[in-house]
């Protein structure tokens, strides 16, 4: 869903953060006080939050830096531009993960899209739970990829998109995050993105892949209220060392994400691991593994070539693990 172009241009007034008065807000937009006062309300539904100060106007709790499309195109180097067939940009949207799957499914020629949006109302994250999104404050991205041959190609794929993501970070001067296996993104033991890929297909190919990001940019302490783990955000993790550029961030992550893709049929997830060991933030450690109903515990040796867990269970047997859950276990 696209907001209305009034709703689209009082935001993009109130994104500096700073206090705009009713009126001036109604010059700008040339409509009456009322009228701005109806788009306010309509902003605070779609969780954006704002202050309200008599005598001063209207500001956002937080300054937003949304998404811009001819930025995107700036920032991307190359290479991407050429591969890109597509970029949209959603301003609410349920799943920029499902919205690809349906194109997917309609089979269309194009294979490099990349779908964005401000805010999702549906994202989903592992095992069916919800990602939380406020608006305009991470990032959620997701590609849909066409890859020649099938499913079982793609073993360990998505932990190559976890280094592509640490790639990007770093290139942002964001260092010392770490990778837990399968697909999040962490630090110091806190989650802070979640990478969800689905494969559809042919078995013998081809397939697409939809490649799924949330990323913490930016979680307020009431979004935040709302997660079921322990997380953390980059503005956190950057402590005003670093401003950090939504727009430049997505764009370096696309990147990184482009060159993986482009590179995994021929490379396969091998090119990648030992890579992936060097970020990996749960070797050595103390875990459950949830498995359906089943649990089993012991202490991760790290990963085999293929991207299988390695396990060592408290019975000394080292256990290869394709998926499942992982939390850390208290002793």
Same mark, same amino acid.
């Given at each position: ?218 979680? $307020?302490?009431?979004?935040? $209220? ?18 950090? $550029? ?5 764009? $370096? ?79």
């Amino acid at each position: 869903m696209q907001f209305s172009e009034n709703k689209k241009k009082l935001l993009g007034l109130l994104a500096d953060g700073t206090f705009h008065s009713g009126t001036e807000l109604a010059e700008q937009l040339k409509v009456s006080r009322s009228a701005i006062w109806k788009i306010i309300n309509a902003l605070e539904e779609s969780g954006i939050e704002l202050v309200a100060v008599t005598g001063k106007g209207y500001c956002l709790k937080q300054a937003l830096e949304l998404l811009n499309k001819d930025l995107l195109k700036l920032y991307l180097n190359d290479d991407s531009k050429k591969l890109i067939t597509r970029i949209e940009i959603h301003d609410q949207i349920d799943s920029t993960n499902k919205y690809l799957n349906d194109l997917a499914h309609m089979n269309q020629a194009e294979f490099a899209i990349f779908c964005l949006a401000e805010q999702q109302t549906a994202g989903k994250g592992r095992r069916g739970r919800q990602w939380i999104s406020p608006f305009g404050s991470n990032c959620y991205l997701s590609l849909l990829w066409r890859f020649e041959e099938g499913p079982a190609s793609l073993s360990g794929l998505s932990l190559a998109i976890g280094v592509a993501v640490i790639r990007a970070l770093k290139k942002q001067g964001i260092d010392d995050v770490g990778l837990k296996w399968p697909n999040d993104i962490f630090w110091q033991q806190k989650k802070l993105g979640g990478i969800l890929l689905e494969v559809s297909g042919e078995s013998n190919g081809p397939c697409s892949a939809v490649i799924g990001l949330g990323l913490n940019l930016y979680m $307020s302490t009431d979004a935040g $209220s709302e997660i079921d783990q322990k997380w953390v955000d980059l503005k956190q993790i950057a402590n005003h060392s670093i401003t950090i $550029s939504r727009n430049k961030l997505l764009a $370096s992550l696309m990147d990184e994400i482009l060159q993986v893709c482009k590179n995994f049929t021929e490379k396969k997830f091998s090119a990648y691991s030992n890579e992936w060991r060097s970020y990996d933030c749960m070797e050595g450690q103390l875990v459950d593994v949830f498995l359906g109903q089943k649990t089993i515990s012991g202490i991760i040796i790290g990963i085999d070539d293929d991207g299988l867990l390695l396990l060592q269970t408290d019975s000394g047997d080292i256990k290869h693990y394709a998926s499942g859950e992982i939390s850390f276990r208290r002793s």
